[in-house]
């Protein structure tokens, strides 16, 4: 690749260049007139678009925001005339912000789905791709024999999303749920980070610690097993041979790893592994415990834009 020194249309000290006369088909002009393409107007001096979106065309064109210009004022003087793209829906929450599509948020099957999580969580935290993307292993998983397991449980957003979504009464499999329901445990792990997370979150409501109110949410589902205790000496109360889908969102590098540990051997060919906080901002301790992990069994973590990790489970690994 070639070190573009410049950028189109602006100069080194920032001036603009010289421009042409020519604006795009159905754009209006500053004397209210509206142009073909191709042809000049009459004072030569073209206008922003009704749908111009100044996000949108930072989002799209990332050398105009490199140089920290402002959108309008470039797009004005140079995008138009270069066919820049300068509109597109903008997505933004839960620190991811793009361009890109996610028509999924106006699929009925999602939003009911998400709705049941929000019944769950009592509160909106913007998890839309998060949840897309679990819903998408979830389901990919329901093709395949085994159980569902999840640790990290909380208030069960993402599993009752996914129960939702499956109709998991018609499900002939059990969805593991395990949880401290007290927060991180900090025998386990022990670092002043996670003390502070774990008195915030707890301080906050984010973590719950209303156990009954966890099955009250779910007593509308057959075949769901609620274990509480910490991990790793909750996990030989999971008694399934065979498991499909696992979501790890502990928070916490030692026990998310020992959940794998013991989860793995038990993992169908094709079983789909969500890990909440593999790229998360802050939380590289999972990411370096879980890449260490995946080596280990001669597999690669999927690192998504969302901050979730992706492991499918192959054939005859070790």
């Known amino acids: 690749m070639t070190d573009k020194s410049t950028l189109t249309g ?42 111009f979106d100044p996000r949108a065309y930072l989002l799209l064109n990332p050398d105009v925001a490199a140089a920290g210009v402002d959108a309008a004022a470039h797009y ?12 597109g829906t903008v997505y933004a929450g839960d620190g991811l912000q793009t361009v890109h599509n996610h028509d999924f948020l ?56 996914i129960m939702h979504d499956l109709d998991w009464n018609r499900q002939d499999r059990t969805f593991w749920l395990l949880d401290t329901f007290a927060g991180i445990d900090i025998g386990t792990d022990g670092t002043d980070l ?22 009250r949410n779910f007593a509308e589902w057959r075949n769901v097993e ?18 499909a889908f696992v979501s790890i969102d502990m928070n916490s590098a030692p026990p998310e790893v020992a959940a794998m540990e013991f989860l793995w051997d038990r993992l169908v060919a094709g079983a789909v592994v969500v890990l909440d906080d593999y790229a998360y901002a802050g939380y590289g301790p999972q990411k370096e415990a879980m890449d260490a992990f995946a080596a280990e069994q001669g597999v690669a973590v ?4 969302t901050g979730q990790g992706l492991i499918i489970r192959p054939p005859g690994s070790a």
Do not use: K
Request: with cysteine.
């Open 226 to 243: 609620i274990i509480v205790g910490a991990v790793p000496g909750t996990l030989p109360q999971i008694t399934a041979g065979r498991i």
């Open 10 to 51: 602006i100069t080194a000290t920032g001036e603009s260049t010289p421009t042409g006369e020519t604006t795009r088909a159905g754009e209006a002009t500053l004397t209210g007139e509206t142009t073909r393409a191709g042809e000049t107007t009459r004072t030569g001096d073209p206008v922003l678009p009704g749908d």
């Open 302 to 305: 999927l690192s998504l834009p």
């Open 106 to 161: 106006a699929d009925p099957a999602f939003r009911s789905a998400y709705g049941r999580g929000l019944r769950a969580a009592g509160s909106d935290y913007l998890w839309h791709w998060r949840v897309h993307v679990g819903l998408w292993a979830a389901r990919t998983a329901s093709l395949l024999p085994g159980d569902f397991v999840e640790c990290g449980v909380n208030r069960g957003f993402l599993a009752s999303a």
């Open 194 to 215: 996670s003390e502070v997370r774990n008195r915030s979150n707890l301080e906050s409501g984010f973590y719950t610690a209303d156990v009954e109110a966890v099955r």
């Open 76 to 87: 004005l003087a140079h995008g138009v005339y270069e066919g820049r793209t300068y509109a």
